[in-house]
């Protein structure tokens, strides 16, 4: 239960971390460095691998891991290879006609990359502001269930910043698609032609259909794209409570067409060169009191219903 309520949603990667573990493999997946800078990174112990849970909402730098991935294959190790679609084309790519049968590769349903200058820029506030150093975010604390999760900040002196404006600040500022990389706009990987041998994310068809199979820990969406996914599977679904979902149901925007950045970006990128991080979301609209109260307003009123059918409907 705690490996759930600590996952972003349903604990998927988990299950295909430990998969890979217990054949002495590595895993390769995205962590914050003691910068606060997200990267691939690859790891083998328990320890180092709990670093790569958690939605990170930033462009992550894949840096020597295609490289180190090549090795770990030519030494006949196993390697889960888990991030964007775009990532694990780009390491398929690489590694060519290289032997790849103890590689599994796990793409994420993603929601376009943010900026990692704008997210370096949000955390340098948040040091400047509380005059703490920023040891990790959380982008989806899961405090008050799955549907309604917000951000929490953690510094080094144990303290959290947690359901304020502050915290918020960033996830906020990603869900105006403001600061996503242009070329997301085209991305061909929002669609059911996956490049990973599964696919992972967020099942919101089971919440906004009011499913029974609904949880407040949250519901990993699976998706096996390959024989090799399919073995994995076979592998691992006596560990996990499963409901067979149809291609219709499982449906979601990002596995249509590619998100649609702002408008305004291009001219929210302009005002940044010249006003920087504080100013320019102050300009728009994102780090406003009042807006933020309202949005929170509506999300108490969601969570108070959610609560009031999860009494009527699921006892």
């Known amino acids: 239960v705690d490996e759930w309520k600590s996952s972003s949603s349903g604990g998927m990667f988990d299950l295909l971390a430990a998969y890979v573990a217990e054949r002495k493999g590595y895993i390769v997946g995205a962590a914050y460095n003691s910068n606060m800078e997200v990267h691939h ?26 490289g180190q991935v090549k090795d770990l294959l030519r030494q006949d190790k196993y390697v889960l290879f888990t991030g964007t679609p775009c990532q694990v084309e780009g390491l398929k790519c690489y590694l060519h006609n290289l032997d790849q049968n103890k590689l599994i590769t796990c793409d994420i349903i993603c929601s376009a990359v943010p900026s990692p200058r704008a997210f370096h820029d949000y ?18 604390d899961k405090t008050e269930g799955w549907p309604f999760a917000k951000s929490r ?15 918020d600040l960033w996830i906020n ?16 990987f929002t669609n059911y032609n996956r490049p990973g041998d599964v696919t992972i994310g967020d099942c ?10 609904s949880h407040p820990n949250g519901i990993s969406q699976l998706m096996i794209n390959s024989e090799k996914g399919e073995r994995v599977f076979e592998e691992i679904k006596t ?9 219709e149901y499982s449906w979601q ?63």
């Open 239 to 247: 560990r996990m409570t499963i409901m067979p979902i149809t291609k």
């Open 173 to 188: 500022l990603w869900a105006t698609e403001l600061i996503n990389r242009p070329c997301c706009e085209k991305c061909r």
């Open 123 to 140: 955390i340098s506030f948040l040091q400047t502001k509380y005059a703490k150093r920023v040891i990790h975010l959380n982008m989806k």
């Open 41 to 66: 990174e690859v790891a083998e112990k328990k320890d180092e691998i709990k670093r790569f849970k958690g939605s990170k909402y930033v462009q992550s730098e894949i840096g020597k891991v295609y």
């Open 204 to 213: 919101w068809p089971v919440y906004h259909k009011k499913d029974k199979f």
């Open 253 to 315: 925007s990002k596995l249509e067409y590619p998100i649609r950045n702002n408008s305004l970006s291009e001219s929210f990128w302009t005002d940044y060169e010249e006003l920087g991080f504080l100013k320019v979301v102050k300009k728009y609209g994102v780090y406003s009191p009042l807006n933020y109260k309202k949005k929170k307003y509506k999300r108490m009123l969601k969570h108070l219903l959610s609560v009031v059918y999860h009494i009527l409907v699921k006892k």
């Open 153 to 167: 900040v953690y510094f080094e002196n144990g303290e959290s910043l947690y359901d304020t404006i502050d915290a």
